[in-house]
T-cell receptor, first 114, second 109 residues
Framework: DTEVTQTPKHLVMGMTNKKSLKCEQHMGHRAMYWYKQKAKKPPELMFV???????INESVPSRFSPECPNSSLLNLHLHALQPEDSALYLC?????????????FGPGTRLTVL | SQQGEEDPQALSIQEGENATMNCSYK?????LQWYRQNSGRGLVHLILIRSNEREKHSGRLRVTLDTSKKSSSLLITASRAADTASYFCATSTGNQFYFGTGTSLTVIP
């Protein structure tokens, strides 16, 4: 299984809502990533988990809270988001850290904040 | 920022023609990777070239790397309509990993 799955595919939320994005992989990869991508822009790295520990946090606002319950799962908890947070959120995984390894991406969650 | 700059931003060619896109970056790198993204979807890894390599091939893809000029190129030969996508270079330095600005390729049947 070389697939990274993400749920939901689409999410619309208000600025006072709390929601979560989920990502799952069963390739035995030990590094997992969250990226944010705005339209016609490259993905921007948000968080990196290595061996279930947060290793990189690219100065992301605290309204985004990552969680890695186990080596196959990665969540992104959302609270009090702003309309400018609307974007495609991509999850990825790799066998080791991205600098040496191919990343496998999920299809993304299209988030709209009203 | 380590983010790579890609050129051209957009490219439109006829099916069967070759497509070349370029990536320039700012500081020393461990390696450089190329990814493809179909509209609104996740990215797919195409090829990785290490800093001590100059050229690499994979099927219809040819990647070159010139570390002295801090640049890389991706050549897609005999393009197909299915190659229509955005193409991103990605560079890594230490623990950091950045995608370039991307080239949008349209292959006209």
């Amino acid at each position: 299984d070389t697939e990274v799955t993400q749920t939901p595919k689409h999410l619309v939320m208000g600025m006072t809502n709390k929601k979560s994005l989920k990502c799952e992989q069963h390739m035995g990869h030990r590094a997992m990533y969250w990226y944010k991508q705005k339209a016609k822009k490259p993905p921007e790295l948000m968080f990196v988990y290595s061996y279930e520990k947060l290793s990189i946090n690219e100065s992301v606002p605290s309204r985004f809270s990552p969680e890695c319950p186990n080596s196959s799962l990665l969540n992104l908890h959302l609270h009090a988001l702003q309309p400018e947070d609307s974007a495609l959120y991509l999850c990825a995984s790799s066998q080791g850290l991205a600098r040496e390894n191919e990343q496998f991406f999920g299809p993304g969650t299209r988030l709209t904040v009203l | 920022s380590q983010q790579g700059e890609e050129d051209p931003q957009a490219l439109s060619i006829q099916e069967g023609e070759n497509a070349t896109m370029n990536c320039s970056y700012k500081t020393s790198i461990n390696n450089l990777q190329w990814y493809r993204q179909n509209s609104g979807r996740g990215l797919v890894h195409l090829i990785l070239i290490r800093s001590n390599e100059r050229e690499k091939h994979s099927g219809r893809l040819r990647v070159t790397l010139d570390t002295s000029k801090k640049s890389s190129s991706l050549l897609i030969t005999a393009s197909r309509a299915a190659d229509t996508a955005s193409y991103f270079c990605a560079t890594s330095t230490g623990n950091q990993f950045y995608f370039g600005t991307g080239t949008s390729l349209t292959v006209i049947p």
